[in-house]
């Protein structure tokens, strides 16, 4: 998109060297054109870093077109997300891709683990691609989780600025709550009156989804706002999947991680656990400065 | 096998008719002014018990509510599937997600609010077990931990709706208190069911730490293999068979099943449907409108005849102790509210606020006298101190309402015009770009903030790096969210020759609102920033502005029109 400034200048992708690997740099490097300037492609491996530095290259120069460039790093180290975050934190990455990081067998279990501690620690956005999904680009259907919160700003800024740059057919402004307690509370009253009760509560929560909506900038934008009851992360996860979303995007969360959060999930542990879709975990912190 | 004579079967349903209307008549009284159903179905019991009719008509009395044989079995038998569905509800709504999505501060709040009351209680008892009415014959360490827990547990159903009824539910200091009453809720009975564990080891033959050891299995298994089943099988269960029938059959079965297990292994019953309520509360499958069933299907039907036949259980009259009751009351309140206070201020809270936590925390309503009366039935208490107990969960219950809306004297919505004023009012920037008009304004903010401006700057920056200041229609919203802010701050400045703009419509910028609002509000900045946004996309509005040879023009322009826009809905 010429004359704006790129969303996401310094692209770091993780690359297990599997078989899902060629697809992850070729996508990388589309995203890199489209919203970013540099792309760093990073290895983690137990084994001899010097082969597997050759590989990798091998794959990055079969991937990507011709005259295209990307840094590559190999780092010897079993902790394939602990090195992707140290990479981010010393080359000021701005968005971290990955995809599955590890043996083929054990996608399913580990992407998950993996996935939660970079959307945790990671000090930059982080865009998820499930191993099933070749393609991230285009973003057709979009969907953003938004609340009242700073980092959910965060998010939709993020998303409408990928919305300019890549015009998807929707972009979806979800707002999802819920009241801990309510059932309790309206259950010693009659029913009409919980009706009524829920009712007022709706309006009150798609007025503040309005509230927020009028005060960015969606101009020209295909947006669409929908307010939904329910458990966060799951009402907007359930969401995205039915509604054939290619692209979720939600906040980063931030800290925790440990075994609280993964007995009593919330939010984005509860999107990480089904990844049918793109996820971008986005993160404040990181984000290019723009004039305004 | 025995069974029940007609006449005492017409007895039992006399006598359950009776409780139950009762109950509802004066449940229903008591809602209409306002007060937690509880203390009218209380009341009701101790109408019918033998506090008053037992002493008006004693023949009347026995004849409806015999305390022994058959009739008192069943009417017990029933008073058992009661608690064990009360139990199921309040664990229902455990939303301990809710911990881990507001940190720390929640954290804090949950666990200083059970610790200190904790603290108290048990050492009040093990001091004291003479005088606050240690059963005969009870273990002096069982006694206390018992008191212990009644003091640490609060009561959600009362504390959800008491902030209903004020509008705070919904609010973050609603949620706070929410949080603090599950996690507190959550580790009494735990801890209660290790003390009702260790007050049957002439049954179990089990030891305190073989009972912990069951509890975390028992845990584990909720956890591990309940909770994923009831994902799997709700969305089955609501969605091919007959609804609500079926969900209701299925969560009742998985109810009485983990209830009979965990009364089999040496935990009590009550502790296996609270595990059972929080894997089906924690479903995200559970449809709202199945939980309200089975709220209503509890509430109204078992809740009614469950407190009201507490009062049969207690003569009040006969045991009441004044010293007594005022003791446990102010032990009470004492240790929950300077729990819920001390977290709440460690979470960075105002004074008032953390004290409405405290407060709000404190109401004990069913569990508390749930807890009693399972205490009495295992001869850890005496009368006196159940009774005792039961009026400290109705007080409690009662006076947490007002006290909390007294503290939390409800704020009208923020309007713009009462943030302005004219040492925040810049009839004409002497800045040429956006930038720079942004850096004049928060030179303002600074001042009247006692802030940094560099702190001021940096929340501001972060927030352009997401999408920079401006809205469209020649306005610009420098906005940011400032931990421990008081109150909001609002900076206004014009510019007649417009400041360029290169994002959005690029409509030179002839309006600069920088707004700054307190981290700990998530709501009043979105309010403000609306209002903002809905009063100048009208054109003619901006024009006045720009008009306005004053502040007090200024302000009367905006003032005109405040008059016909809704206030932000009240807030805490």
């Not at chain 1, 969360?253 to 656990?273: E, K, N």
């Not at chain 2, 599937?81 to 804090?108: N, W």
Request: proline share 5%; charged share 20%.
């Amino acid at each position: 998109m010429s004359g704006m400034p790129p969303l996401f200048p310094t692209v770091l992708v993780g690359a297990a060297l599997s078989p899902h690997t060629d697809a992850l740099l070729h996508e990388a490097w589309r995203l890199t054109e489209k919203l970013g300037e540099r792309l760093i492609v990073a290895h983690a491996t137990t084994g001899n870093a010097e082969e597997a530095r050759q590989e990798l290259e091998g794959r990055v120069s079969r991937n990507l077109p011709f005259g295209a460039k990307a840094e590559v790093v190999v780092v010897e180290s079993g902790r394939a997300a602990g090195v992707l975050t140290e990479i981010a934190a010393e080359r000021k990455v701005d968005l971290i891709l990955a995809g599955a990081l590890a043996q083929e067998r054990l996608i399913t279990r580990l992407i998950g683990s993996v996935a939660r501690r970079l959307a945790r620690e990671a000090p930059c956005s982080v865009l998820l691609l499930p191993s099933e999904k070749d393609r991230a680009l285009p973003f057709r259907i979009i969907v953003v989780s938004v609340d009242a919160s700073d980092e959910a700003e965060a998010a939709l800024a993020v998303a409408t600025s990928l919305a300019r740059r890549d015009p998807p057919e929707k972009l979806v402004a979800m707002w999802e709550y819920q009241v801990p307690g309510l059932a309790m509370a309206l259950a010693g009253g009659s029913d009409a009156e919980s009706r009524a009760q829920r009712d007022e509560v709706q309006h009150e929560e798609e007025a503040q989804l309005a509230s927020l909506l009028r005060t960015a900038d969606l101009t020209n934008l295909p947006v669409e706002a929908v307010c939904r009851y329910g458990e966060p992360g799951w009402v907007v996860s359930e969401y995205a999947r039915t509604a054939g979303a290619d692209l979720l995007v939600v906040p980063a969360p931030s800290g925790g991680g440990g075994i609280v959060d993964r007995l009593f999930a919330a939010g984005t542990d509860v999107v990480l656990r089904r990844l049918s879709y793109s996820v971008l975990l986005v993160r404040q912190a990181g984000l290019a400065a723009r004039e305004g | 096998m025995g069974s029940l004579t007609s006449p005492e079967i017409v007895r039992l349903f006399a006598g359950l008719a009776i409780l139950l209307g009762a109950a509802m008549t004066l449940g229903e009284l008591a809602r209409r002014v306002r007060q937690p159903a509880i203390v009218g179905e209380t009341l009701a019991g101790i109408l019918l018990g033998p506090s008053v009719l037992g002493i008006i008509s004693p023949s009347v009395f026995r004849t409806l509510f015999p305390q022994e044989g058959p009739g008192a079995l069943a009417l017990e038998t029933f008073v058992t599937i009661a608690v064990v569905l009360l139990l199921f509800v309040a664990g229902l709504e455990m939303d301990l997600s809710a911990v881990s999505r507001y940190g720390r501060k929640a954290m804090v709040i949950s666990l200083l609010g059970i610790v200190v009351p904790f603290s108290i209680g048990g050492a009040a008892a093990y001091v004291w077990p003479d005088a606050l009415g240690m059963g005969t014959g009870a273990d002096p360490l069982t006694f206390a931990l018992f008191f212990a827990t009644a003091l640490a547990i609060s009561a959600l159903p009362v504390i959800a709706k008491t902030l209903m009824d004020l509008n705070l539910l919904r609010t973050d200091l609603g949620v706070l208190v929410m949080t603090g009453a599950m996690v507190n809720d959550l580790l009494g009975w735990l801890v209660f069911s290790v003390i009702l564990s260790m007050m049957g080891t002439a049954t179990h033959g089990h030891g305190p730490w073989f009972t912990v050891g069951l509890l975390l299995l028992v845990l584990v298994v909720v956890f591990a293999v309940i909770r994923p089943f009831v994902n799997r099988a709700l969305p089955w269960v609501q969605g091919r068979l007959v609804w609500p029938g079926g969900v209701l059959s299925f969560v009742l079965v998985l109810v009485f099943a983990f209830s009979a297990l965990t009364e089999m292994i040496g935990i009590h019953a009550t502790l296996g449907a609270f595990l059972v309520g929080i894997a089906v509360g924690d479903s995200p499958h559970l449809r709202e409108r199945t939980r309200e069933i089975l709220h209503y299907f509890v509430m109204h039907v078992f809740a009614p005849i469950f407190f009201a036949a507490i009062g049969l259980y207690a003569d009040i009259a006969g045991h009441f102790n004044l010293r007594l009751v005022a003791f446990v009351l102010v032990l009470a309140t004492l240790g929950k509210v300077a729990g819920g206070y001390a977290g709440a201020r460690l979470g960075r809270l105002h004074g008032r606020e953390a004290l409405a936590i405290g407060f709000g925390l404190n109401a004990r309503g069913a569990m508390g006298i749930i807890l009693a009366i399972l205490a009495l039935q295992y001869r850890v208490i005496e009368q006196e101190t159940f009774v005792a107990l039961v009026i400290m969960s109705l007080v409690t219950s009662v006076l947490s309402g007002p006290i909390m809306d007294l503290l939390m004297a409800r704020r009208r919505g923020v309007r713009i015009t009462d943030l302005l004023s004219p040492q925040t009012f810049v009839p004409e920037l002497a800045a040429t770009t956006l930038r720079d008009a942004i850096r004049e304004l928060q030179r303002i903010a600074a001042e009247r903030t006692s802030r940094p401006i560099a702190e001021i700057e940096e929340a501001i920056r972060r927030h352009e790096a997401l999408g920079g200041a401006t809205i469209g229609n020649g306005i610009a919203i420098p906005h940011a969210r400032l931990a421990n802010l008081r109150s909001p701050v609002l900076v206004v400045g014009r510019s007649i020759a417009g400041l360029p703009c290169s994002t959005g419509d690029r409509t030179p910028i002839h309006l600069v609102f920088l707004l700054l609002t307190p981290r700990e509000d998530s709501l009043v900045q979105l309010e403000l920033l609306a209002e903002i946004a809905a009063r100048f996309e009208d054109e003619e509005m901006r024009r006045a502005a720009m008009r306005a040879n004053s502040f007090s023009e200024f302000l009367a322009e905006l003032s005109v029109t405040a008059a016909t826009m809704p206030r932000g809905h009240e807030r805490a």
